[in-house]
C-alpha cells in the first residue's frame, strides 16, 4: 500500500494509536464530569467554597481563588499563585465540582510544601513553552519539504515536550491523591457514593495526562522512524 511521505505504518502506530487512546481519555473525562456534575454534594458547598476552606485548613492565605469561562480549564498557576476555576466547579455544589476543585488545590499545597515534581515542572515551562511554538513550523518544514535538519529539531523539541509530560505524572496524579484524602478528612464528601464520584472523576482525568505523554512519545518516535528512513 503506497502511504504520502511520514504517513506510513509508523504513522498509524505512533500518531494514530495515541490519539484514539486521546480522544478515549477525553470522552471518559467529560462524561465523569457530566454524570457527576449533576450529583448534589451532602456538604452543600460550592467548588469556589471548598476551594477556600481548604487553602484555610492548610494555612494558604497568598492564593487567590478565582473564576473562569474556559469549560474544564480549571488550573492554578503557580507564578501568579492564583486558582483558577471553571463556572461550572466555581458556582456548583457537585461532587464533581468538589474533586476537581479540591485537585487544583492539591497544586497549591504542592506549592507551599515545595514539592519536588512541581518545583521541577515550573522550571522546565520556559523551554518547553518555546519548543511548542518552534513545533508547527519544524513539522510543516521537515514533513512537508524533507528538510532533515528540521527533523532532528523536531525531535528534540518532542523530547523536551516528553519530559514535560514525563514530569507533570507524578505532579498530577499527587494533586489528585491529596485532594481525595482531604475532602474525606474535611467532611466535604462524604463515605460511599460520594467519595466513588470524585474517585471517578479524578481517575477519568488522569487519563488524560497519560494519554498526553504517550502521544508525545508517539511523536518522538515518528519523527526518529522519519530521520530514520531518510539516513
Known amino acids: 500500500m503506497f502511504y504520502p511521505y511520514g504517513f506510513g505504518h509508523h504513522w498509524l502506530l505512533y500518531i494514530g494509536v495515541p490519539l484514539i487512546i486521546g480522544l478515549w481519555a477525553q470522552v471518559r473525562v467529560s462524561s465523569a464530569f457530566s454524570k457527576w456534575g449533576k450529583v448534589r454534594a451532602s456538604s452543600n458547598i460550592t467548588g469556589a467554597e471548598c476551594a477556600r476552606e481548604i487553602l484555610q485548613s492548610a494555612q494558604i492565605h497568598d492564593v487567590d481563588v478565582m473564576e473562569t469561562n474556559d469549560f474544564l480549564g480549571d488550573h492554578y498557576d503557580p507564578t501568579r499563585k492564583k486558582l483558577c476555576l471553571s463556572s461550572n466547579v466555581y458556582n456548583t455544589p457537585s461532587v464533581a465540582a468538589l474533586g476537581i476543585a479540591a485537585h487544583e488545590t492539591g497544586h497549591a499545597i504542592q506549592h507551599a510544601k515545595a514539592y519536588a515534581p512541581l518545583k521541577a515542572r515550573m522550571a522546565i515551562v520556559p523551554v518547553t513553552m518555546v519548543a511548542s511554538q518552534m513545533l508547527p513550523f519544524v513539522i510543516f518544514g521537515g514533513l512537508f ?16 515536550l516528553l519530559v514535560f509530560q514525563l514530569i507533570t505524572l507524578p505532579v498530577e496524579f499527587d494533586a489528585s491523591r491529596r485532594a481525595k484524602i482531604i475532602l474525606q478528612q474535611m467532611g466535604i464528601v462524604q463515605p460511599g457514593n460520594e467519595v466513588a464520584g470524585v474517585n471517578k472523576v479524578l481517575n477519568a482525568a488522569a487519563l488524560t495526562y497519560v494519554a498526553a505523554f504517550i502521544a508525545a512519545l508517539g511523536n518522538l518516535l515518528w519523527l526518529l522512524s522519519m530521520r530514520d528512513r531518510r539516513n
Request: charged fraction near 0%; aromatic fraction near 18%.
Open 145 to 160: 519539504f524533507h528538510i532533515t535538519g528540521l527533523i532532528t529539531l523536531g525531535i528534540y523539541c518532542y523530547a523536551i
